[in-house]
């Protein structure tokens, strides 16, 4: 597709999606984020309130009609949003083919494989906190061919790295060690050794340390110093470092601002 | 089609007036004089008697003064041209309708020697705070000049027809020709001012009128010759009278009409009135003139998956209210392509603006806001600004401005 003429309404109200803590305004908008997120907008995301906002905030009524009307009919929700991404005009019919089955083949997943490719997509998106929530439903399942110890192994690694996003590190420190305990993998012994770095009062258990051996352990010494090396020249510090020059009243506005941000993506990440 | 029309010529030197429903014209000095004591203003025979008796200050050349927004301090206060312009409008308007039956027209069209857009958003704004003009158009003195062409019977705009109009110190040259080959017939005007002005004052002598007569004849011939003519006309308040310049109207008159109308402008001004007033943006005919674009302008979008020829301008539009402002997402573009569209007998030409400077982002969220407006009849201007894709891809002050002469 060439130039595309957007569509010139923008919400009074607009929609705000949780899991990436924005609010969407436009047409386009709402059609790259069923396109770009599908694990997002599988479950429960067709609907009367988005219907409803496609009709009054941005003004597709005849398409809003046609939706709500196919709902009730039980169309499937991979068929409503096929029809939004091409009513739009947004994507081609190619993309919007691909986008087809690309929902047919997420439908097809083991129940406990399709819970985890959710999680682990708001794992990208830094929503550590909803992210567990569905792990620990995932741990819930019984066993069976897919949900087996490899599985709950790589499942329990996870959830420890979003308790270290997290800064939970006694949390995180469990889920790794149930996660080493199933997997055995030297990857989740490197992730405990760190997080002994990080967080000095939780000393790595004498059997790690055995495991890890001193030569595995000076080289990540190593890695670990130089991540907080490349850490002082990254873009974030600078931005840090650039406040702090500043005039003191400019000073304590930016800071502050800076640091309202910071909280705010935390608790996004909750 | 009911409704009366003014049409008003407005030039530093002269103001004519003419209305749809009367032959009776108007014509006064674009002057004001105010009084040395009193806030008290005239306009005309009334500012001269005024002047001379010793008890007002005038001003002239009121157009030229507010292009160039100049001042006039008279009895201690200093007047801003615009200002003694309003003033010098009302007064005018106000004078002519009241001697017409003071009837308020319904549209009035001014036509003046250059259009620009501060010039076009003044006189709207100073006409329509007169309360007596309706709905107020302002065009060029060439686009009056078509449209008074065009009024008269088709013999007359056969071929080409040239205009001269003669005021004081001012001798300008219009020349107009139909194009007839297209679905839609397009007129065509252009002006010159032309270097042998002379004040009209020389015609009070007999040498005087001979060296003027001389000076006419050699402007006709070098203008006129090898050029078919269907009419010549004369306008202006020199033409007035033309017994002054026999060998320049024996020349002109040879195997062409000649026709003498002294508010050739003002009345030509009331004709475009008629579209207005018939709701028609456009006149009846395409105009190619000052004021309006000879050369047309389309974007290439898509919309609802559609391939769409966008017209950003078209040939003939007024290049003051032409343009576009919209939103768009460049899904694999990497520039923006115009076509710039000239008559039929240029090239057309491609114009590319390369969009690298706008931020990284993923396919589809590179949205940009497109403002695309005309700074006079030549050059366009073209702004591309990051407008950021929602909360999802904040905006940022990526931007870029390009002016593209529209002739090569």
């Given at each position: 597709?060439?130039?595309?003429?957007?569509?010139?309404?923008?919400?009074?109200?607009?929609?705000?999606i949780e899991e990436l803590g924005v609010r969407l305004y436009s047409l386009e908008e709402l059609c790259y984020f069923i396109f770009r997120y599908p694990l997002l907008v599988l479950d429960?995301?067709?609907?009367?309130?988005?219907?409803?906002?496609?009709?009054?905030?941005?003004?597709?009524?005849?398409?809003?009609?046609?939706?709500?009307?196919?709902?009730?009919?039980?169309?499937?929700?991979?068929?409503?949003?096929?029809?939004?991404?091409?009513?739009?005009?947004?994507?081609?019919?190619?993309?919007?083919?691909?986008?087809?089955?690309?929902?047919?083949?997420?439908?097809?997943?083991?129940?406990?494989?399709?819970?985890?490719?959710?999680?682990?997509?708001?794992?990208?998106?830094?929503?550590?906190?909803?992210?567990?929530?569905?792990?620990?439903?995932?741990?819930?399942?019984?066993?069976?061919?897919?949900?087996?110890?490899?599985?709950?192994?790589?499942?329990?690694?996870?959830?420890?790295?979003?308790?270290?996003?997290?800064?939970?590190?006694?949390?995180?420190?469990?889920?790794?060690?149930?996660?080493?305990?199933?997997?055995?993998?030297?990857?989740?012994?490197?992730?405990?050794?760190?997080?002994?770095?990080?967080?000095?009062?939780?000393?790595?258990?004498?059997?790690?340390?055995?495991?890890?051996?001193?030569?595995?352990?000076?080289?990540?010494?190593?890695?670990?110093?130089?991540?907080?090396?490349?850490?002082?020249?990254?873009?974030?510090?600078?931005?840090?470092?650039?406040?702090?020059?500043?005039?003191?009243?400019?000073?304590?506005?930016?800071?502050?601002?800076?640091?309202?941000?910071?909280?705010?993506?935390?608790?996004?990440?909750? | 089609?009911?409704?009366?029309?003014?049409?008003?010529?407005?030039?530093?030197?002269?103001?004519?007036?003419?209305?749809?429903?009367?032959?009776?014209?108007?014509?006064?000095?674009?002057?004001?004089?105010?009084?040395?004591?009193?806030?008290?203003?005239?306009?005309?025979?009334?500012?001269?008697?005024?002047?001379?008796?010793?008890?007002?200050?005038?001003?002239?050349?009121?157009?030229?003064?507010?292009?160039?927004?100049?001042?006039?301090?008279?009895?201690?206060?200093?007047?801003?041209?615009?200002?003694?312009?309003?003033?010098?409008?009302?007064?005018?308007?106000?004078?002519?309708?009241?001697?017409?039956?003071?009837?308020?027209?319904?549209?009035?069209?001014?036509?003046?020697?250059?259009?620009?857009?501060?010039?076009?958003?003044?006189?709207?704004?100073?006409?329509?705070?007169?309360?007596?003009?309706?709905?107020?158009?302002?065009?060029?003195?060439?686009?009056?000049?078509?449209?008074?062409?065009?009024?008269?019977?088709?013999e007359i705009w056969n071929n080409q027809i040239g205009i001269f109009s003669l005021s004081d110190a001012v001798l300008t040259y219009y020349e107009m020709h139909v194009i007839k080959n297209?679905?839609?017939?397009?007129?065509?005007?252009?002006?010159?001012?032309?270097?042998?002005?002379?004040?009209?004052?020389?015609?009070?002598?007999?040498?005087?009128?001979?060296?003027?007569?001389?000076?006419?004849?050699?402007?006709?011939?070098?203008?006129?010759?090898?050029?078919?003519?269907?009419?010549?006309?004369?306008?202006?308040?020199?033409?007035?009278?033309?017994?002054?310049?026999?060998?320049?109207m024996k020349y002109v008159c040879s195997r062409r009409k000649v026709f003498q109308d002294t508010d050739l402008f003002a009345r030509g001004a009331c004709e475009r009135g008629k579209d207005?007033?018939?709701?028609?943006?456009?006149?009846?005919?395409?105009?190619?003139?000052?004021?309006?674009?000879?050369?047309?302008?389309?974007?290439?979008?898509?919309?609802?998956?559609?391939?769409?020829?966008?017209?950003?301008?078209?040939?003939?539009?007024?290049?003051?209210?032409?343009?576009?402002?919209?939103?768009?997402?460049?899904?694999?573009?990497?520039?923006?392509?115009?076509?710039?569209?000239?008559?039929?007998?240029?090239?057309?030409?491609?114009?590319?603006?390369?969009?690298?400077?706008?931020?990284?982002?993923?396919?589809?969220?590179?949205?940009?806001?497109?403002?695309?407006?005309?700074?006079?009849?030549?050059?366009?201007?073209?702004?591309?600004?990051?407008?950021?894709?929602?909360?999802?891809?904040?905006?940022?002050?990526?931007?870029?401005?390009?002016?593209?002469?529209?002739?090569?």
């Open positions: 597709m060439g130039m595309i003429l957007c569509s010139s309404r923008s919400a009074a109200h607009p929609m705000y429960d995301f067709t609907g009367e309130p988005l219907f409803e906002f496609i009709h009054t905030e941005l003004g597709e009524e005849e398409l809003a009609n046609t939706l709500s009307k196919l709902k009730r009919d039980q169309t499937t929700d991979e068929d409503l949003l096929c029809l939004i991404l091409k009513e739009s005009g947004f994507y081609g019919s190619s993309e919007v083919h691909r986008y087809e089955q690309q929902l047919q083949a997420l439908k097809k997943l083991h129940p406990a494989e399709y819970m985890k490719r959710k999680a682990d997509g708001l794992f990208r998106l830094q929503r550590f906190g909803k992210a567990i929530q569905l792990y620990e439903k995932i741990l819930a399942m019984p066993d069976d061919q897919t949900v087996n110890g490899a599985f709950r192994g790589a499942v329990y690694n996870n959830i420890g790295s979003c308790y270290a996003n997290l800064f939970l590190t006694e949390q995180a420190y469990r889920a790794y060690d149930r996660a080493y305990g199933l997997l055995k993998d030297r990857a989740i012994l490197k992730r405990i050794y760190f997080l002994s770095l990080t967080e000095p009062v939780i000393e790595l258990k004498e059997r790690y340390q055995s495991m890890a051996g001193d030569e595995s352990s000076m080289e990540w010494d190593r890695e670990y110093e130089k991540v907080r090396m490349d850490v002082r020249e990254c873009e974030a510090r600078k931005k840090v470092d650039a406040i702090f020059e500043r005039d003191p009243v400019r000073r304590m506005k930016l800071a502050s601002e800076q640091i309202e941000t910071w909280k705010q993506n935390f608790r996004n990440m909750l | 089609m009911s409704g009366r029309i003014m049409g008003i010529d407005l030039c530093d030197t002269g103001t004519g007036i003419a209305f749809s429903d009367t032959e009776k014209t108007f014509r006064f000095p674009t002057i004001i004089c105010r009084d040395r004591e009193k806030e008290e203003w005239f306009i005309g025979e009334d500012a001269y008697a005024h002047a001379l008796n010793g008890e007002g200050v005038i001003t002239d050349r009121l157009l030229k003064l507010s292009e160039n927004h100049g001042t006039a301090t008279i009895g201690g206060i200093k007047y801003d041209a615009e200002t003694l312009l309003k003033i010098f409008l009302m007064k005018i308007t106000e004078k002519s309708i009241a001697e017409t039956g003071n009837t308020v027209p319904q549209e009035t069209v001014v036509c003046i020697p250059s259009v620009t857009e501060e010039a076009v958003q003044k006189l709207r704004l100073f006409l329509d705070a007169s309360g007596h003009a309706g709905n107020v158009h302002v065009i060029s003195r060439e686009e009056s000049g078509i449209c008074y062409c065009m009024d008269q019977p088709r297209r679905k839609e017939m397009i007129a065509c005007a252009e002006s010159e001012n032309l270097e042998e002005a002379f004040n009209l004052e020389i015609l009070s002598t007999q040498s005087g009128a001979k060296l003027a007569d001389k000076i006419l004849l050699s402007c006709a011939e070098r203008i006129l010759k090898r050029k078919p003519f269907s009419a010549v006309m004369l306008t202006g308040r020199g033409f007035e009278k033309y017994e002054w310049a026999p060998e320049f207005f007033l018939a709701g028609a943006a456009m006149p009846r005919f395409r105009c190619i003139c000052d004021g309006r674009l000879d050369t047309g302008v389309t974007l290439d979008i898509e919309k609802d998956g559609k391939e769409l020829n966008f017209p950003v301008a078209n040939i003939g539009d007024a290049w003051y209210r032409s343009g576009c402002s919209m939103r768009l997402i460049p899904d694999n573009a990497s520039e923006l392509v115009m076509n710039i569209v000239p008559l039929e007998w240029k090239k057309d030409r491609i114009l590319r603006i390369p969009l690298s400077f706008l931020p990284d982002r993923p396919p589809k969220t590179k949205r940009i806001d497109l403002h695309a407006y005309f700074k006079d009849g030549k050059t366009m201007v073209v702004e591309i600004s990051d407008a950021g894709f929602g909360e999802l891809f904040p905006k940022t002050d990526a931007s870029v401005k390009k002016e593209v002469p529209l002739w090569e």
